[in-house]
């Protein structure tokens, strides 16, 4: 499946962004989906993911302030990020995988979008 993420930007402490990932190709509801980041010098990290079901997974230092979730009818996987902190600064990038279940390994994910970067500033 090929992925497409968008809607990152800047944005002051305690603000908030919605990402987005488009897909096409495969079907997507066949698809378990998730969004990951990557800071500079740090490895990437699973922020959220959500089964074709809905069933979804946090990251502890997120599951609070974001919500992971996924319209089947226009293939597109959403992130709703709220009182961002600098340390969320990254790259969010979104991937797919086939097992059916969120996986926490980036390893695990077959197809990546290109990355849309989150800036938060203090």
């Known amino acids: 499946v090929q992925l497409q993420a968008s809607g990152g930007g800047l944005v002051q402490a305690g603000g908030s962004l919605r990402l987005s990932c488009a897909a096409s190709g495969p079907p997507f509801g066949g698809y378990v989906m998730a969004w990951f980041r990557q800071a500079p010098g740090k490895q990437r990290e699973l922020v959220a993911g959500?089964?074709?079901?809905?069933?979804?997974k946090y990251t502890d230092s997120m599951k609070d302030r974001c919500t992971v979730s996924r319209d089947n009818g226009k293939n597109t996987m959403y992130l709703q990020m709220n009182s961002l902190k600098p340390e969320d600064t990254a790259v969010y990038y979104c991937a797919a995988q086939r097992i059916n279940r969120v996986l926490v390994s980036a390893t695990l994910y077959e197809d990546w979008g290109q990355g849309t970067l989150v800036t938060v500033s203090s």
């Open positions: 959500i089964t074709s079901s809905g069933t979804t």
